[in-house]
């Protein structure tokens, strides 16, 4: 019945409503892909700090089986993961993730990469450091397929066990007794977890708003047709039916191809650098019950949507056929936009960050609501200022449909949003690496200086690296490499000086210096993933609803153009369109995000956040310029009609 | 002659339908024809080829002498905008736009201020019965007033030749009857001619003289009786001294007397305001 006649509608809609259908089939797959990838991102931090738990040891109150430490050594321009391990006596512990046994006390097992590197590299330089490893570490027990892990066997009163370590708790972990080596997820992972949580926020609304164009774009074909059916009489629920069954069957294929893209691309994604390497491609997809849900949460938000787009239609069988002015967008809109920013300043980087991310969506779905409103009186203020066609055109059509001109910009406005929050945030960057020739530093225990540097001074001399080794204040002994040693001389230093002083790691001040560079440049790659992917969201919804305003219009533009309009005149009013609310609305969003960006503001404003910004600005003009220009082809063939039909 | 536009020849195919099959037409200063015939007998394809909205792959179109189915499209495009008014059977105006503005855009396509625009299509709307309407949207109109709305967008750039294919499709007889009244006389009162595509022998009995399409060829031309319309209360319009040809009444399906009584709302003649100029 019901079903039977949708299908025919799908099938009659002619070549146009079969390019309306297809458009929205291809919408839905790219947001279907898109949010995947967002939805997966988080599953794909969630798994890493899983796997890493290991490694950050809860203290056991009683019944430890084990002691565990950890710190970090450095070979080339790359950080090592090093955990020693000590079983206490009496029944053996259970291994670490990624290890047959554990380890017994002399053992090394290193991760296939560092394993790989040692063998590449000079012993001298690198395996000297870690004697005759026992085996390779399964991926169970890494970050990344990429990482440099070495898991060292100690005795439980090995120096190495015992020793005091460094206090910043970035560089080590002192020695901890254990009652398992489950742990528990670092710090420094879940703050990964969270941000990649405010990054998927940050994605998702662009795309809900995208999903909502694209089911419209099916309604839009559609809506003329089915008030005509209202009016010879369907039922409002019939009407309600057929379409959200046709939104519906073309969003549930909409997903699944978009499932297949997303699943084609993760090798891809897998590239993308984040803690320091790339990921295993098993972390990038989401469970299949999550899968599940988006293949069924998808068909049904393109179904409300396609249901909110019809709301007039059913309401009034002559709402659409008579194009009525719709009733004025209410102010309580720009009202809730303003009390959500109201709040901002409320927020603090040390508010829970549940409520910043619920204050961030909030913000974010306010700018959504009162775009529209803003939209209908830039529409305003364009007509009553138009001088030519062009201008009059386009402000008549924003005051007439603000919010489809909204979804044809909101997008990028949103993108703006994401860019202004963003450049604000993005840490300066750090002053790379030290002046003058590198030195290593390195603390002995207290009151034993003289003698480890005298020891240092030995080593170094035996591995033919030469340095000069001095006391500094605090215990700390420097060892300052002679001349301008290439990065080979420094790691066969390293090598050489290695568990001089036991527990600690001798390392240069770029070592030092190596997470904030990490954490930077990764902030660095998740602003730019965020950029991109709300990007192509804008401009692919901004390029579907040119298309679909075209469609939808193709009658009048024809017989414009047959009464004598310049083609130019419909292209540029098409244009002024979109460009005078693009420009206000994103210049707008730029500055809301900014401004919701400033409680959290670590220092100032810096050159990259700028760069960033300045880039997403012309990148955004310069996308929507070119989609919108990709419906010129429609335009013309759409006006080459001798004979325009209403179809 | 005094013949404003005259067709020579004209052939057109499409694929192996025939549309045209070698059409002359001539249509002279102020005179009103209707072109009429069967379903797919090639009137609205008569009508593209001599609007220069299609090129015709046989044949000569002449503007004033001017030959212009060889024009680029850009150029029948201003000829369009600027010689030509057109009424289409419904859905040329712009929903988003006040009827004063629809009015006034072929006007500001052409250059002129918009205020001045808006001021010259205004003009319009009295002569055209409708009073008060300049501000409603197209959406806000009956189809008739909307109709109205087209003919004075079709004549506010002062055309040489307004157009219109089945201008009253769409509209119940008796609205019909008096939107093609207004149409004729207000094209007549601006000196222009007229070219309707119409299946209605009531409306084209508004016009000069009928002529006849069948399968892609014209029939015998028929001047209409002398006198425009002899019942209409517009006889007496500003038109009735318009240049026709009197003559049996051959092929023409018109009512030998005259035409059913038909109330006239508003019922006065259209003076469409007449500056004598031509854009
Ligand atoms: N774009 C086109 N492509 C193919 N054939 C066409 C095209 N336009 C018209 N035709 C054909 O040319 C012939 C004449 O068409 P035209 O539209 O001129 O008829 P018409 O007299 O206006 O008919 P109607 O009274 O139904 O409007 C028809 O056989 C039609 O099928
Ligand atoms: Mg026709």
Redo the contacts with the bound molecule.
């Keep these: 019945m019901n079903l039977d006649l949708t299908w025919r509608l799908l099938k009659g809609g002619g070549r146009r409503g079969l390019l309306g259908t297809w458009l929205t089939l291809g919408a839905v797959a790219v947001a279907t892909a898109l949010l995947l990838f967002a939805v997966a991102a988080n599953f794909a931090f969630g798994a890493r700090a899983e796997r890493t738990a290991w490694r950050n040891p809860v203290p056991a109150a009683s019944g430890a089986v084990a002691v565990e430490a950890s710190r970090y050594d450095f070979v080339r321009d790359r950080a090592i993961t090093v955990i020693d391990l000590a079983a206490l006596p009496g029944e053996s512990p259970a291994p670490p993730p990624g290890l047959p046994r554990f380890p017994a006390p002399g053992e090394v097992w290193l991760s296939p990469a560092l394993a790989a590197l040692a063998r590449e590299l000079p012993a001298g330089e690198l395996a000297d450091r870690y004697p005759g490893p026992e085996g390779v570490l399964g991926d169970a027990a890494l970050v990344h397929p990429g990482e440099l892990v070495a898991v060292v066997g100690h005795a439980p009163d090995a120096p190495a066990m015992t020793a005091q370590r460094s206090e910043d708790w970035i560089i080590a972990k002192p020695p901890v007794k254990v009652a398992s080596l489950a742990g528990e997820p670092s710090e420094d992972a879940e703050a990964y977890q969270v941000l990649s949580a405010i990054a998927s926020v940050l994605m998702v609304v662009p795309l809900l708003v995208f999903g909502g164009a694209a089911a419209r774009l099916t309604v839009a074909r559609r809506d003329q047709r089915l008030a005509a059916l209202r009016l010879v009489g369907a039922t409002p629920g019939q009407v309600v039916a057929m379409t959200v069954a046709e939104a519906v069957i073309v969003a549930l294929a909409g997903a699944l191809v978009g499932t297949a893209v997303f699943a084609l691309c993760v090798p891809l994604l897998a590239g993308i650098q984040m803690q320091g390497g790339p990921w295993f491609a098993g972390d990038l997809f989401p469970p299949p019950l999550v899968l599940a849900g988006v293949l069924v949460a998808v068909p049904l938000l393109v179904g409300l949507s396609a249901v909110a787009g019809l709301r007039r239609v059913v309401v009034s069988p002559l709402g659409v056929a008579k194009r009525e002015t719709p009733p004025a967008m209410r102010f309580v809109r720009v009202l809730a936009l303003i009390a959500v920013l109201a709040a901002f300043p409320m927020l603090s980087q040390n508010t829970s960050v549940t409520v910043v991310v619920v204050a961030l969506a909030l913000a974010f779905l306010c700018v959504n609501l009162a775009g529209p409103w803003v939209v209908g009186v830039i529409g305003r203020i364009t007509a009553a200022s138009a001088r030519g066609p062009a201008r009059l055109l386009a402000g008549r059509r924003l005051v007439d449909d603000p919010r489809s001109a909204w979804r044809t910009v909101s997008g990028v406005a949103l993108t703006g949003f994401v860019a202004g929050f963003l450049g604000l945030l993005s840490p300066a960057a750090f002053d790379e690496g030290a002046a003058g020739p590198p030195a290593l530093r390195v603390t002995a225990p207290a009151g034993q200086a003289e003698e480890v540097a005298g020891r240092a001074r030995e080593r170094l001399g035996a591995a033919d690296v030469q340095a000069t080794v001095k006391t500094a204040a605090n215990g700390v002994v420097v060892a300052t490499l002679h001349g301008t040693p290439g990065v080979a001389a420094l790691d066969r230093a390293r090598t050489a000086l290695a568990g001089l002083v036991p527990g600690r790691t001798p390392t240069t001040k770029t070592d030092d210096q190596r997470f904030g560079i990490e954490v930077l440049a990764d902030v660095r790659v998740g602003t730019i993933v965020v950029l991109s992917v709300s990007f192509l969201v804008a401009i692919a919804s901004s390029g579907i609803t040119a298309t679909s305003s075209v469609l939808d219009r193709r009658q009048t533009y024809a017989l414009l153009r047959l009464a004598g309009t310049p083609l130019e005149t419909l292209d540029r009013a098409r244009r002024a369109e979109t460009l005078i609310p693009l420009a206000v609305m994103g210049g707008g969003a730029i500055l809301v995000g900014a401004f919701c960006a400033i409680p959290f503001m670590i220092g100032g404003v810096n050159a990259v956040g700028m760069a960033t910004l300045g880039g997403c600005v012309v990148l955004g003009f310069a996308g929507v310029i070119g989609a919108g220009a990709l419906s010129r082809p429609l335009l013309r063939a759409v006006t080459a009609d001798?004979?325009p039909r209403p179809d | 002659m005094n013949d404003v536009l005259v067709g020579r020849a004209l052939a057109k195919r499409?694929?192996q339908?025939v549309?045209l099959g070698g059409v002359d037409i001539a249509v002279r200063a102020g005179e009103a024809v209707a072109i009429m015939?069967?379903?797919?007998?090639?009137?609205?394809?008569?009508l593209h080829c001599l609007a220069g909205i299609m090129k015709p792959d046989g044949g000569e179109v002449h503007l004033l002498g001017r030959r212009i189915d060889a024009m680029g499209e850009r150029k029948r495009s201003a000829l369009r905008r600027t010689r030509f008014g057109f009424v289409f059977q419904f859905g040329q105006l712009l929903p988003e736009l006040p009827a004063e503005e629809n009015v006034a855009l072929p006007l500001m396509l052409g250059g002129v201020p918009r205020a001045q625009a808006v001021r010259r299509a205004r003009e319009w709307f009295a002569p055209l019965g409708l009073h008060s309407m300049e501000a409603r949207r197209p959406g806000e109109l009956s189809g008739g007033q909307a109709q109205r709305v087209a003919i004075a967008r079709a004549l506010v750039s002062r055309p040489a030749v307004v157009f219109a294919d089945?201008p009253t499709g769409a509209l119940d007889q008796q609205t019909g009857q008096e939107t093609m009244r207004l149409l004729v006389e207000a094209t007549k009162h601006n000196d222009a001619s007229l070219i309707v595509?119409t299946?209605d022998p009531n409306v084209a009995a508004w016009c000069d003289r009928t002529v006849e399409?069948r399968d892609?060829h014209l029939l015998a031309g028929a001047p209409h009786p002398a006198g425009p319309h002899p019942a209409g209360p517009h006889a007496a319009g500003p038109h009735a001294a318009g240049p026709h040809a009197a003559g049996p009444h051959a092929a023409g399906p018109h009512p030998a007397g005259p035409h059913p009584a038909r109330p006239h709302p508003g019922g006065e003649a259209v003076h469409g305001p007449k500056d004598g100029t031509r854009a």
């Design positions: 001798p004979a | 499409f694929g339908t549309a015939g069967p379903s797919g007998s090639g009137k609205s394809t008569l089945e595509v299946h399409v892609g």
